[in-house]
Each structure stands twice: as C-alpha cells, then as structure tokens.
T-cell receptor, first 116, second 110 residues
Framework: GAVVSQHPSRVICKSGTSVKIECRSL??????MFWYRQFPKQSLMLMAT?????????EQGVEKDKFLINHASLTLSTLTVTSAHPEDSSFYIC????????????FGPGTRLTVT | RKEVEQDPGPFNVPEGATVAFNCTYS??????FFWYRQDCRKEPKLLMS???SGNEDGRFTAQLNRASQYISLLIRDSKLSDSATYLC???????????FGTGTRLTIIP
C-alpha cells in the first residue's frame, strides 16, 4: 500500500512554455502533499506544502506565481511550472501523507524536467 | 549552521565491510529521525525510523545522541546493492515537514 505516482516521469519543454506535473496517491487519501525540487548533487529542497481544498504554503524563496499548485482532491495535487526557463530544469518529487495521524511521507518516483 | 549536516563522501567501501555515517542536526526540537536511501535519479526510500535512542533492522543500525545532536547509521556486511546516497532527515514533533541533509554517497566495491 501507500503508493504515490507522478506523471510524466520526464518532460522536455521549450523555454517560455508551461509544464504541469501530476502527483497522485493511488491507494490512500492524502490530506497533505509536498513538492520538492532536487538539483544535481544537491539535497531535496521543499518547495511547498499542499493541503486539499486550501492554498498551498510556499517555502521562502519559491515564487508562488511561477510554481502553481492545485490540490483539488484528496488523491491529486498538480504542480505547474509557468514560463519555464532552463534554470528550472530539475528533478521534481512529490510526497504524500495519509490522513491517519502518521507523518510518514510516501514519495512519488519523481519527474525530470528539462527546459531547452 | 546548516539544519542538517552530513559528510558528503564519497565512501568507497569493499563488499562485506562495515561502514558508518554520521549526521548532525541543529534544531534541538527535532524528535523523530529518518534515514532514507536514494538511488541515482530515483526518489528517496525510507530505510529506518528512529524515535528513541536507536533502531536496528538486520544489517542496519541507527543510533541517536540527543545531547550531541547527532545520529549515525551503521551498515554491516555491506553488499553491492547498498550503493546509494543516504539521507539524514530530522523531523520536529508535530511538524509534517522533513528537512533533508545533502546525503552521503556510498559505493560498495566488489
């Protein structure tokens, strides 16, 4: 149990376009989902916390107008990178917490974004 | 001071050997601790959770020293499949957020 999927697994887009990444909890309802970004040889950096039905909470330095997060249901959160630039190329990973009182995070397989 | 500090390595260790990593954390409010492993271009996977002084699971032992604010991970009888980056992750009680260290790169040599 506790499987999280992400789609797409990798995407290449042109500079200036927008890309949407989906994060789904397949066998549980996720009250909270997190979005991380990881650059090569660096650690996972939390971008935002997404709660179903409410606005996402962004970490300091993360532009909320550039990284749009929508958590419309208990099994789906989306991250849209708007007007992507080459410096946005990174590995984006989501995680989800079941609403069972546990804080254990279950990670999706990640999405590798390359902006050309 | 960084919230989580780890020796980045790389640690190149012969198969069958014992290896240990240390991790220090700065926030004394951290109550739970996790070791994740991450393979190249993959998501992190939970290896061990530490809530008290330590935890042991097969070849893996984690020890926590709250006074000195560090946790360690010991891997015995290392195997080729142990090659990965090991991430130290403290968590503050009641806070859902995780703060990841930069990780320690381990390569097991045949």
């Amino acid at each position: 149990g506790a499987v999280v999927s992400q789609h797409p697994s990798r995407v290449i887009c042109k500079s200036g376009t927008s890309v949407k990444i989906e994060c789904r909890s397949l066998d549980f309802q996720a009250t909270t989902m997190f979005w991380y970004r990881q650059f090569p040889k660096q650690s996972l950096m939390l971008m935002a916390t997404s709660n179903e039905g409410s606005k996402a909470t962004y970490e300091q330095g993360v532009e909320k107008d550039k990284f749009l997060i929508n958590h419309a249901s208990l099994t789906l959160s989306t991250l849209t990178v708007t007007s992507a630039h080459p410096e946005d190329s990174s590995f984006y990973i989501c995680s989800a917490i079941p609403g069972t009182g546990s804080y254990e995070q279950y990670f999706g397989p990640g999405t590798r974004l390359t902006v050309t | 001071r960084k919230e989580v500090e780890q020796d980045p390595g790389p640690f190149n260790v012969p198969e069958g050997a014992t290896v240990a990593f240390n991790c220090t954390y700065s926030n004394s409010a951290s109550q739970s601790f996790f070791w994740y492993r991450q393979d190249c271009r993959k998501e992190p996977k939970l290896l061990m959770s530490v809530y008290s002084s330590g935890n042991e699971d097969g070849r893996f032992t984690a020890q926590l020293n709250r006074a000195s604010q560090y946790i360690s991970l010991l891997i015995r009888d290392s195997k080729l499949s142990d090659s990965a980056t090991y991430l130290c992750v403290p968590q503050i009680f009641g806070n859902e957020k995780l703060t990841f260290g930069t990780g320690t790169r381990l390569t097991i040599i045949p």
